[in-house]
């Protein structure tokens, strides 16, 4: 089993800035990708950041060149730097981590309010 525990979250004006931090433990030597998904209310889960066991990333068209995603194998760490934060990315956001195509962990959430 692996725990995930994000950090970070708030308040925040749009054009500011934002940390997220998401740490691991338990069994994480099977871990592969991990990243970060936010729902916002009334809307489906979406995946905003992802990153590879070997750094590979992906982001979203809608955060690409704002947010930046970085992982710390040592610290079990995942970050994700929200520069230039919109209202629109207002939701509650979740660190992931996955085992395999069909396992994955998730944290509680952290929520994220963009103020205009």
């Known amino acids: ?14 054009g500011g ?15 592969n990708a991990s990243g970060w998904s936010r729902q916002a209310p009334g809307k489906q889960r979406e995946l905003v950041a992802r990153i590879s066991s070997s750094g590979i990333t992906y982001y979203s068209d809608s955060v ?16 994700l730097q929200m520069n230039s934060p919109k209202p629109e990315d207002t939701a509650v956001y979740y660190c992931f981590a996955q085992e395999t195509p069909d396992i994955t962990y998730w944290g509680q959430g952290t929520q994220v309010i963009v103020s205009s």
């Not at 690409?64 to 970050?79: A, E, P, Q, W």
């Open 64 to 79: 690409k060149g704002r947010f930046t995603i970085s992982r710390d194998n040592v610290k079990k760490t995942v970050d």
């Open 17 to 31: 800035s934002l940390r997220l931090s998401c740490v691991a433990s338990g069994s994480t030597f099977r871990l």
């Open 1 to 14: 089993q692996v725990q995930l525990v994000e950090s970070g979250g708030g308040l925040v004006q749009a």
